[in-house]
């Protein structure tokens, strides 16, 4: 036995090491519930990391006009080797500890992984880590008597941060910001939205900027009574879907980016001496125990996204049930990032807070790149449906057989739980570039509520019938006016819907059809259509999506699909963009902006000459006419 037995309510759970003859007698005792195979270990390499001894050394290959986002917290200490070449500007404003620099350690590890990204990622043989983002450091937060990160008591945080936000954009031109931090008294109740959400979205509406905030997190999950590991596993899966697990104010931002996190690792580090080894209660990848969950303000996506932000795992005193407890630093679980001392280079943390920094890195990347290609700054719109474009689950059958608890309906909602739990999946930077397998579509527009857009997508044929797996998705994001005296809070509501085997004079005709009516009458108009004619397989469903400001819909086949889709004859999708007013407002007659993003990937070496097919086809916008051109991200 690897340590004494863990005892629960219903179950006693140990791990073994056994050999073949021992584990085959141990599968046949009824005794035995379920038997697990080993999990994947923690890396030596990343235990290495948070040695006094390690020392690392930074590759700084960044520009003047290197990606740039600030972050919103502790302070960070930029003496570190690895921060002291990257910090753009600093400034405090909390003005407790008279200092920029991080005397809590939060905001530098923040800062880290807003900079490098992924830590597990370096050149291990030389301890080189290369850096991609440059830093801004506001400081809005100091360290209280609990060693915790905590705000001012003389000013609300939503003056402070509105206060770093505007110094940063208005002096030094940034427009991506980190804020991992909530405020635990005030958990959404599915009403309102909240104040300091509310003040966030005033802030990115008219700034034109991106906030990326962590979900919250729930310190002490409960611990459920159970009959096997696998029933612990999704029983804590589950009750992610429970109140006690809802998002705090300010993650229900309709118009930044929220992050829930998801596990790097499963397998915690035993103690040296003899006793209970410590239990993980899912593998890699699934939802950490205590990540805050979905919906956002009229049951929009939140969080958009999931990434890595550790994990927990179950200690336990010898004297039984009484005595388990979570253990939430558990050195093989957390998510390596930088120390802030000179005692060692590397710090494990865990929670949502660093989930967060994960996509503001690729958030930041992706801003540089857009406004390289296009010779003038992205909106924030196009931003947020790159970002969208790259987003995959990482465990998608573990969402997939969540069950919300006390669920009393006759049909399973698997795809709104498995969106309450991760979002649209984690983003990575395959849209940062464009490779010969991974090309992207890209366009700004704006519309005039109740008219429409039509974009004429290419679809070569030669990529639905390449041996591959093969993917299209399609983001799209808009920014309107909000109105926190509003139940209804966002005043337009648009949404895109995807249309095969039909033409532009057909779809036209029939939502101008529709147009003629009212409201009820035209959606049954647009509903037969877009039953008899839409592409099924994009999913989630329009109507899924129709309450968020940031929607993603994908498509995906294996090597042998595709025929669904293909059409030689007319080798398009149509993606009709529309969308209505949902209460009086000042700027109600203003076109609402929007950007839409289309990205077509495959996996494998095959050369299809995918860009060279989609240049010839990509005339894709119409409206009455053609208008400008779709662009092709390079």
């Given at each position: 036995?690897?340590?004494?037995?863990f005892?629960?309510?219903?179950?006693?759970?140990?791990?073994?090491?056994?050999?073949?003859?021992?584990?085959?007698s141990?599968?046949?005792l009824?005794?035995?519930?379920?038997?697990?195979?080993?999990?994947?270990?923690?890396?030596v390499?990343?235990?290495?990391?948070?040695?006094?001894?390690?020392?690392?050394?930074v590759?700084?290959?960044l520009?003047?006009n290197?990606?740039?986002?600030?972050?919103?917290?502790?302070?960070?200490?930029?003496?570190?080797?690895?921060?002291?070449?990257?910090?753009?500007a600093e400034?405090?404003?909390?003005?407790?500890?008279?200092?920029?620099?991080?005397?809590?350690?939060?905001?530098?590890?923040?800062?880290?992984?807003?900079a490098?990204?992924?830590?597990?990622?370096?050149?291990r043989?030389n301890?080189?880590?290369?850096p991609l983002?440059k830093?801004?450091?506001?400081?809005?937060?100091?360290n209280d008597d609990?060693?915790?990160?905590?705000?001012?008591?003389?000013?609300?945080?939503?003056i402070i941060?509105e206060?770093?936000v505007?110094?940063?954009?208005?002096?030094?031109?940034?427009?991506?910001?980190?804020?991992?931090?909530g405020?635990?008294?005030?958990?959404?109740?599915?009403?309102?939205?909240?104040p300091?959400?509310?003040s966030?979205?005033?802030?990115?509406?008219?700034?034109?900027?991106?906030?990326?905030?962590s979900?919250?997190?729930?310190?002490?999950?409960?611990?459920?009574?159970?009959?096997?590991?696998s029933e612990?596993?999704?029983?804590?899966?589950d009750?992610l879907?429970t109140p006690?697990?809802?998002?705090l104010?300010?993650?229900?931002?309709?118009?930044?980016?929220?992050v829930?996190?998801?596990?790097?690792?499963?397998?915690?580090?035993s103690?040296?001496?003899s006793?209970?080894a410590?239990?993980?209660v899912?593998?890699?990848?699934?939802?950490?125990?205590?990540?805050?969950?979905?919906?956002?303000?009229?049951?929009?996506?939140?969080?958009?996204f999931?990434?890595?932000?550790?994990?927990?795992?179950?200690?336990?005193?010898p004297r039984?049930?009484?005595?388990?407890r979570?253990?939430?630093?558990?050195?093989?679980?957390?998510?390596?990032?930088?120390?802030?001392?000179?005692?060692k280079?590397?710090?494990?943390y865990?929670?949502?807070?660093?989930?967060?920094?994960?996509?503001t890195?690729?958030?930041?990347?992706?801003e540089?790149?857009?406004?390289?290609?296009?010779?003038?700054?992205?909106?924030?719109?196009?931003?947020?449906?790159?970002?969208a474009?790259?987003a995959?689950?990482?465990?998608?059958?573990?969402l997939?057989?969540?069950n919300?608890?006390?669920f009393?309906?006759?049909?399973?909602?698997?795809?709104?739980?498995?969106?309450?739990?991760?979002?649209?999946?984690?983003?990575?930077?395959?849209t940062?570039?464009s490779?010969f397998?991974?090309i992207?579509l890209?366009a700004?527009?704006?519309?005039?509520?109740?008219?429409?857009?039509?974009?004429?997508?290419?679809?070569?044929?030669e990529?639905?019938?390449v041996k591959?797996?093969?993917?299209?998705?399609?983001?799209?994001?808009?920014n309107?006016?909000i109105r926190?005296?509003?139940?209804?809070?966002?005043?337009?509501?648009l949404?895109?819907?995807v249309?095969?085997?039909t033409?532009?004079?057909?779809?036209?005709?029939y939502k101008a059809?529709?147009a003629?009516?009212?409201?009820?009458?035209?959606d049954?108009i647009?509903?037969?259509?877009?039953?008899?004619?839409s592409?099924?397989?994009?999913t989630?469903?329009s109507?899924?999506?129709?309450?968020?400001?940031l929607?993603?819909r994908?498509?995906?086949?294996?090597?042998?699909?595709?025929?669904?889709?293909?059409?030689?004859?007319?080798?398009?999708?149509y993606?009709?963009v529309?969308?209505?007013?949902?209460?009086a407002h000042?700027?109600?007659?203003?076109?609402?902006?929007?950007a839409?993003?289309?990205?077509?990937?495959?996996?494998?070496?095959t050369d299809?000459?995918?860009?060279?097919?989609?240049?010839?086809?990509?005339?894709?916008?119409?409206?009455?006419?053609?208008?400008?051109?779709?662009q092709l991200?390079?």
């Amino acid at each position: 036995m690897l340590g004494d037995l863990f005892e629960l309510e219903n179950i006693l759970l140990g791990r073994a090491e056994v050999n073949e003859f021992t584990l085959n007698s141990l599968l046949d005792l009824e005794l035995i519930a379920s038997v697990d195979l080993p999990m994947t270990s923690s890396s030596v390499e990343t235990y290495e990391l948070y040695g006094s001894d390690f020392v690392p050394r930074v590759n700084n290959t960044l520009s003047d006009n290197a990606p740039i986002a600030c972050v919103l917290d502790s302070g960070v200490y930029s003496g570190h080797k690895l921060l002291s070449s990257l910090i753009a500007a600093e400034n405090d404003f909390d003005v407790t500890e008279n200092t920029t620099t991080d005397l809590n350690g939060h905001g530098t590890g923040i800062a880290g992984i807003v900079a490098y990204g992924d830590f597990t990622d370096f050149d291990r043989e030389n301890k080189i880590f290369t850096p991609l983002v440059k830093i801004c450091n506001g400081k809005v937060m100091h360290n209280d008597d609990r060693r915790n990160p905590a705000y001012s008591v003389d000013e609300r945080p939503e003056i402070i941060i509105e206060k770093a936000v505007r110094y940063f954009y208005d002096t030094y031109n940034c427009r991506i910001f980190n804020l991992s931090s909530g405020d635990t008294d005030r958990v959404y109740d599915g009403g309102r939205q909240m104040p300091w959400a509310y003040s966030l979205d005033l802030l990115q509406k008219e700034l034109d900027i991106v906030i990326v905030v962590s979900a919250g997190n729930v310190s002490y999950p409960e611990i459920p009574d159970v009959g096997t590991r696998s029933e612990l596993c999704e029983k804590i899966r589950d009750n992610l879907l429970t109140p006690k697990h809802r998002l705090l104010d300010p993650a229900t931002t309709a118009l930044g980016i929220t992050v829930g996190a998801i596990t790097r690792y499963a397998a915690p580090e035993s103690p040296s001496s003899s006793g209970t080894a410590p239990v993980s209660v899912g593998n890699e990848n699934y939802p950490s125990v205590f990540t805050r969950t979905g919906f956002g303000v009229n049951k929009a996506v939140k969080p958009e996204f999931a990434d890595y932000g550790g994990n927990f795992c179950l200690t336990q005193m010898p004297r039984g049930n009484n005595h388990t407890r979570w253990q939430p630093n558990n050195k093989a679980l957390l998510e390596p990032t930088l120390n802030n001392t000179t005692e060692k280079a590397f710090k494990g943390y865990v929670g949502t807070n660093f989930a967060a920094p994960h996509v503001t890195h690729i958030t930041a990347r992706i801003e540089k790149s857009l406004e390289k290609q296009m010779g003038h700054r992205p909106s924030a719109n196009l931003i947020r449906a790159v970002l969208a474009n790259s987003a995959k689950y990482t465990q998608e059958e573990w969402l997939e057989g969540s069950n919300e608890p006390n669920f009393t309906g006759e049909k399973r909602k698997i795809q709104e739980w498995k969106m309450r739990l991760s979002g649209y999946g984690k983003v990575d930077d395959s849209t940062i570039s464009s490779t010969f397998n991974n090309i992207t579509l890209f366009a700004e527009d704006e519309l005039t509520l109740r008219d429409l857009d039509l974009y004429k997508i290419p679809i070569p044929p030669e990529f639905l019938t390449v041996k591959a797996n093969k993917r299209i998705t399609i983001s799209f994001a808009y920014n309107p006016p909000i109105r926190l005296s509003r139940q209804a809070y966002i005043s337009n509501s648009l949404h895109f819907e995807v249309f095969k085997d039909t033409d532009e004079e057909e779809l036209l005709k029939y939502k101008a059809k529709s147009a003629e009516h009212k409201d009820e009458e035209a959606d049954e108009i647009m509903k037969k259509y877009t039953e008899k004619h839409s592409a099924q397989k994009f999913t989630p469903g329009s109507t899924t999506l129709n309450k968020s400001t940031l929607q993603q819909r994908m498509y995906e086949n294996t090597a042998k699909g595709g025929k669904d889709l293909l059409n030689e004859q007319n080798p398009y999708l149509y993606v009709l963009v529309t969308g209505k007013e949902k209460f009086a407002h000042p700027d109600e007659k203003s076109p609402q902006p929007y950007a839409i993003a289309i990205t077509y990937s495959y996996d494998g070496d095959t050369d299809i000459l995918l860009r060279q097919k989609l240049l010839e086809q990509a005339n894709v916008k119409i409206k009455d006419r053609i208008k400008t051109p779709i662009q092709l991200k390079l």
